[in-house]
């Protein structure tokens, strides 16, 4: 568990420097875009696919590190009092959530290998390095889920304290 916690942590610190880069140079071809359409009067037609390629990679990434985090909405269904059902429902979540993303990694694998074959109209790269960024993301989002997991089932094991919180 200790060596799972630190690949994460680690993992959750590289991806959220190359989510802020990728969000940094999105907003910078985004304002180049504009700027040589609307004041220089010419277009740059790979302005929008690689506006599209940073923003499509900080967003997977983000969402990774979201997950980490437990920054995902949340809904509480079981009032607060019943502590135990809450931890055995975190539970419940965490592995539908790993089953989510056992799908997103083998359904966005077979996606991004389409994307060999279909090339970008400006770059004229394969769009698999658009579409490789969900089962990259989902990898980590899994590994991330695994130690939430964990986590969780070793707060369902702990004793209950007595006097716990009330509404």
């Known amino acids: 568990m200790k060596a799972l916690c630190k690949f994460n942590f680690l993992m959750r610190k590289i991806l959220l420097l190359w989510g802020t880069l990728l969000l940094s140079a999105f907003v910078a071809v985004v304002f180049l875009q504009v700027i040589s359409r609307n004041f220089l009067k010419v277009s740059m037609d790979w302005t929008s696919e690689v506006a599209l390629l940073t923003f499509v990679w900080s967003v997977m990434s983000g969402a990774a590190v979201a997950l980490s985090m437990r920054r995902h909405y949340m809904v509480d269904l079981i009032p607060?009092?019943?502590v135990k059902l809450n931890k055995g429902v975190l539970i419940l979540s965490d592995l539908l959530v790993m089953?989510?993303?056992l799908?997103?990694?083998?359904?966005g694998a077979r996606f991004a290998f389409l994307g060999w074959y279909r090339l970008t109209t400006a770059l004229e790269i394969p769009?698999?390095?658009l579409f490789v960024s969900l089962p990259i993301s989902a990898f980590f989002m899994l590994t991330f889920n695994?130690?939430?997991l964990l986590i969780d089932i070793k707060d369902f094991r702990a004793p209950q304290e007595e006097g716990g919180e009330t509404p």
């Open 99 to 101: 089953a989510f993303i």
């Open 80 to 82: 607060v009092r019943h």
């Open 146 to 148: 695994v130690e939430n």
């Open 103 to 107: 799908s997103l990694i083998w359904g």
């Open 127 to 129: 769009r698999f390095w």
